[in-house]
Structures are given as C-alpha cells and as structure tokens.
C-alpha cells in the first residue's frame, strides 16, 4: 500500500524557515518524480514544487521561486521541502504528492502538514 | 499559465441525483485533465484522469468528458458519501500544473 506520511510544520514567524519531510513506503521511491502541493485554509490547491526521480531537476511557481528547495534522499525513500524567507500567505496545509509514471496527474497524497506563518 | 475555472463554486444536491460540475480551461488542454474529491479534513483523492478515465477503485458512478478548454465530471445516484469538494487540475502545461477553484458538493 502506497504511503506518504508528512511532518515538520508549525508555527514560524514571518522571515523565518522551515523544513518539511515526508517518508514514502510501499512503492520504489527513486522511480518517481514527486511534489508537494499546499491548501491555504479554506482556499484550493495550489502547486509548490517537483522533483525529477534523481533530484537533478526541480521545478517551481514564482510564488515560491528562490524562497523553496524541494529535495530527496531515495535511499531514505524520502522527499523534502525547506522554506526561506516565510511570509504569511505561505499559511497552508502542505501535501506531498507522487506524480503517476508516463503521466502528469497526482495518483498518491499524503495526509497533509499544517504550516502557520504569524508573528 | 493556463487558468482552470470551475462551475458552480458551490452546489446542493438530493440523493440519488445527477450532478454535473464543469471546468475551463483558458487554452486548448488535449485532454490532460484529473478531476480529485477532496473529503472534509482529507487529502485529495484521484478519481478520473486523462479527462475520462476511471481510477482503480473509484465507484462507476463517476465519469469524466470533455475536450479543448471545456470538461466535466458526472456523479450519478448521488449517495451521502459523495460530499466533498472537486477539484480540477491540468498537466498539460508541463511541470506548471494549476488546478480549478473547486466546487462544494453539499446534501439537500
């Protein structure tokens, strides 16, 4: 059974970063590109950042270019997500999402980190 | 960026209704299109992919059509477990995936 079990978020204030993790089982991590996806509360979704299987390619919105790293450790069958420079708006439910093979769709989600951006 | 609209942002429908919910894309999408159901206090579930196919295990209640800028998803039978919100997503415009605004199914 596919699972994405984030964690690392809380409360940060303004400026400040946060690194966030999610552990993946019951599928051959390296053979998938993956991303974190965020819910600010009571709002859609909006995509954050992705990352190819060796993590040479990354990808992101200018929402969060410059500020965010997506990485990975495929021996820990690991993904991560350090914020920089948090502002505000970047209060939201953060998902980690397994991007299907051969297509572009989001097959697994994990159960979603809760990240609050307040002074 | 291609945009996502969705309609209606929020509905209210009987059991064992037909519902319909509609998404726009603002440019051609060749059909790379998802639809998710996200439950209250859940993360978002794969139902339809490809803009009308069915992922293992979802009920076959759900279909999916459309193509270019305009598609929707169908819930037959509506039953009390369908409440949630529908989310649209394009991957067409790859790595830069945008979704819809979502629409809020309720129970009348």
């Known amino acids: 059974e596919v699972q994405l079990v984030e964690s690392g978020g809380g409360l940060v204030q303004p400026g400040r970063s946060l690194k966030l993790s999610c552990a993946a089982s019951?599928?051959?991590?390296?053979?998938?590109?993956m991303a974190w996806v965020r819910q600010a509360p009571k709002k859609g979704l909006e995509w954050v950042a992705t990352i190819s299987t060796s993590g040479s390619r990354t990808y992101y919105p200018d929402s969060v270019k410059g500020r965010f790293t997506i990485s990975r450790d495929n021996a820990k069958s690991s993904l991560y997500l350090q914020m920089n420079s948090l502002k505000s708006e970047d209060t939201a439910t953060y998902y980690c999402?397994?991007?299907?093979?051969?297509?572009?769709?989001?097959?697994?989600w994990g159960q979603g980190v809760m990240v609050t951006v307040s002074s | 960026d291609i945009r996502m609209t969705q309609s209606p942002a929020s509905l209210s429908a009987s059991l064992g209704e037909t519902v319909n919910i509609e998404c726009l894309a603002s440019?051609?999408?060749?059909?790379?299109l998802a639809w998710y159901q996200q439950k209250p206090g859940k993360s978002p579930q794969l139902l339809i992919y490809n803009a009308n196919s069915l992922q293992n295990g979802v009920p076959s209640r759900f279909s999916g059509s459309g193509s270019g800028t305009q598609y929707s998803l169908k819930i037959n039978s509506l039953q009390s477990e369908d409440v949630a919100t529908y989310f649209c997503q394009q991957y067409n415009n790859y790595p830069l995936w945008t979704f819809g605004g979502g629409t809020k199914l309720e129970l009348k």
């Open positions: 440019e051609d999408i060749y059909s790379d």
């Open positions: 999402a397994r991007k299907a093979n051969w297509e572009s769709y989001f097959d697994y």
């Open positions: 019951g599928f051959t991590f390296s053979n998938y590109y």
